[in-house]
Each structure stands twice: as structure tokens, then as C-alpha cells.
């Protein structure tokens, strides 16, 4: 029995050092009842005003609405993929599209910023 153990534990070993990290790597958000969320279930918007890419919410604006933060070394995965901000940080854009959460959203399913001054919107598939 012991035998046995000590090589099922070192082919776990091994399969765990040859695999890729990718493969261990989630995406940075996912689909819920139809709309997009982050890993705490909390909704996640876009900004009509974000052109190519590229994030035009900055200061009190991203205090607002806290943007879905990559980490530096972030790399593309499916249809995400990290873009810079102009403060030097990172975050996620789904399909070119920067993504946020939004403060007054308090809990999982919240969708207070929907429709927020006709440029804010829950991304939905």
C-alpha cells in the first residue's frame, strides 16, 4: 500500500510541475444569469465613453466605478486582455471593451449602475 502511495503521489508531483501555469489560470470574470461578473458575483459595467481599448475613466470617475484591475504581468486569455491605464496600472477589457464594477453596488446581483448617465451599461452576452 505504501508503495502505491509514494507513486501516486509523485506522478502528482510531476504532472504538476510539466502542466503549464495557463492551465491554472481563470479568467477574470464570467457569465451569471445572463450578465457578466467578477469573482465575488458583483456585476461588471462598460463605459460608452472607452474608445479602442482604451479606458477614459480616470480620478473620481474610477472611484466610482473601480475598474476590473489586471496584474502587471498580466497576459491575454481567450477574449481578455490587459490593457494600460494612463496611472500605469492594468486592467481587464473583455472583446476591447474595459470593464468596472460600480460602488453602490453592494451585493452579488446588484445592478444600481445600469443605465448610470446613459454611458454606463452591465455587459450581457
Known amino acids: 500500500m505504501n508503495h502505491i502511495a509514494q507513486s501516486w503521489k509523485a506522478l502528482l508531483v510531476t504532472a504538476a510541475l510539466t502542466l ?15 450578465m457578466m461578473v467578477d ?13 479602442d481599448g482604451k479606458s477614459m475613466c480616470t480620478g473620481e470617475c474610477a472611484t466610482n466605478w473601480p475598474p476590473l ?3 502587471m ?6 477574449e481578455w486582455m490587459p490593457i494600460k491605464r494612463d496611472d500605469g496600472t492594468m486592467q481587464w477589457a473583455y ?5 468596472y464594477g460600480y460602488k453602490m453596488d453592494k451585493k452579488p446581483g446588484d445592478i444600481e449602475g445600469e443605465g448610470k448617465g446613459g454611458f454606463w451599461h452591465m455587459y450581457r452576452h
Open 39 to 51: 469573482h465575488k458575483g458583483m456585476t461588471l459595467y462598460t463605459f460608452d465613453k472607452d474608445k
Open 69 to 71: 484591475m489586471a496584474p
Open 73 to 78: 504581468d498580466a497576459k491575454p486569455m481567450g
Open 95 to 99: 472583446k476591447g471593451k474595459p470593464m
Open 20 to 34: 503549464s501555469p495557463l492551465a491554472f489560470a481563470a479568467e477574470p470574470a464570467t457569465m451569471k444569469d445572463g
